[in-house]
């Protein structure tokens, strides 16, 4: 797997998420970092449309050839839409975690839930206090 | 998954060291691991190994095992490494109360094991085998030196792929290992293990095996000799009899969600049937498979059934095994 850089218009949860705030809408997706740990990504369990999800609770979840995983939502919200496009691709989530591999699209409840997360910045951080 | 693929299209070198080896010597080390065993080694040849199983009173399966028979005096019996311990206890049990005139010893410390598989396999390990390899027919061994070191090699593994299975003292272990990587085998991990052995149809003790479940129940029916005696015996008779009251059948999804170990199993009528014993994303056939062992007769080949993954019940329907086989095919 190449390395992704984290992207600074991202905002990081300690769960390995992201999300990209795009009006009162965010997209939601899994780090370089979680798509690395968790190895070959081959099935994601897309949430429904229209599910409402609370701020670090389940939203979907992703199995590797390993392991079954639970994903978090980096914020309150409603799904309104889904990257359907895993459900034939899952390895998208591998090979390009910050793009094409996006989960889910939520219609964000609560604008200031946005500062119990990460920047790019405070992540890289936190991962390298994790791994030492 | 790179892994597992390599080991389907190259070679790739696995570190089994944990499993464990019984070494059986004496004048009647044959009658004691014939009354110990479920498989009939009346036929063995020296430089021959078999398939088999240990089973206790009921019939329950207490682990499976490799026989290795270097003479009419001297087996080796290679054992799962969770059960270790409580194979050694059973064979010197059975020793004592039989009083086999044996000697039964635990060698799992001071052997290694490495199992290198795929096609190129023996091409790899020619270069440090002092003997020809094509001498060595599959599930037969030899006593080659290997870079020096007196091994035991015999053509088999746990992978569907040919290959051979390692065994040679632990402190040779490092240089065999890195000379083999050098030589152009790749390491490969006890997931990818996992993938192929699945692939392969091959049981793994505590999935597809456990003290409740049958030799005749899992597919080791053929590595279960009835009209012999051992441990165990009596109660599968009656099973032969009677009917087996559960069944190991190969399943594939239809559904795209992923059977996994212990999900339950209901017919199409929704009537509880069994459960998955191992499932995962197949990286050669990219297709979700599993095993299940489910009430027998419940199930007939190309039948569909429903396997509950978090809830929602998710269709399947019923392989025949394995689901991989080499196109070489041995």
């Keep these: 797997m190449s390395a992704h850089g984290n992207p600074a218009n991202l905002k990081y949860t300690k769960e390995h998420e992201w999300i990209r705030v795009e009006g009162e809408f965010g997209f939601i997706g899994i780090s370089d970092f979680a798509q690395h740990a968790l190895t070959d990504i081959v099935f994601v369990e897309l949430p429904a449309l229209g599910k409402s999800v609370e701020q670090f609770k389940q939203l979907c979840l992703v199995e590797s050839v390993k392991s079954v995983s639970d994903i978090y939502a980096p914020v309150s919200g409603e799904v309104t839409e889904t990257n359907k496009e895993l459900e034939t691709a899952a390895h998208l989530v591998n090979s390009d975690p910050y793009g094409k591999g996006w989960m889910a699209k939520l219609q964000i409840r609560n604008p200031a839930e946005l500062s119990n997360l990460m920047s790019a910045a405070e992540y890289e951080a936190y991962l390298k206090i994790k791994s030492h | 998954m790179a892994e597992h693929l390599h080991t389907r299209s190259e070679c790739s070198l696995f570190d089994i060291c944990h499993m464990g ?217 009656e099973q032969k009899k009677n009917g087996i009251p559960r069944k190991l059948v190969g399943i594939e999804m239809i559904d795209r969600q992923i059977a996994r170990n212990p999900y339950p199993i209901f017919s199409l009528h929704n009537e509880p049937i069994g459960v998955v014993t191992s499932g995962s994303f197949s990286p050669t056939l990219k297709k979700n498979i599993a095993l299940a062992l489910v009430q027998f007769g419940s199930l007939e080949k190309g039948a569909e059934c429903l396997v509950e993954v978090r809830g929602q019940k998710c269709r399947a329907k019923v392989i025949n095994l394995p689901s991989y086989r080499r196109s070489d095919g041995t």
């Design chain 2, 21 to 237: 080896e019984i070494l059986v010597e004496g004048p009647q080390a044959f009658d004691l691991i014939q009354k110990t065993v479920s498989r009939d080694i009346s036929k063995m040849v020296v430089g021959q190994m078999v398939l088999a199983t240990f089973t206790n009173e009921q019939g329950g399966i207490l682990d499976d095992l490799t026989v290795y028979k270097y003479s009419d005096q001297k087996f080796m019996l290679v054992v799962n490494a969770s059960n270790i311990q409580r194979d050694y206890e059973w064979v010197a049990k059975a020793q004592k109360d039989f009083h086999f005139n044996a000697v039964v010893r635990n060698e799992s410390d001071s052997l290694a094991k490495l199992d290198i598989q795929g096609p190129h396999a023996q091409k790899i390990l020619q270069q440090i085998a002092s003997t020809d390899l094509n001498t060595i027919q599959f599930y037969h061994f030899a006593e080659p030196a290997l870079m020096d070191s007196p091994s035991t090699v015999s053509r088999s593994g746990y992978t569907g792929e040919d290959g051979f299975e390692l065994y040679f003292p632990v402190p040779d272990a490092v240089r065999v290992w890195n000379k083999l990587i050098e030589l152009g085998s790749k390491p490969a991990g006890l997931g990818a293990r996992d993938t192929l052995r699945l692939e392969a149809a091959m049981n793994l003790y505590g999935h597809e095996m456990n003290e409740t479940v049958s030799p005749l129940e899992c597919r080791y029916a053929w590595v279960t000799s009835l009209e012999k005696d051992f441990i165990g015996v009596e109660p599968l008779r």
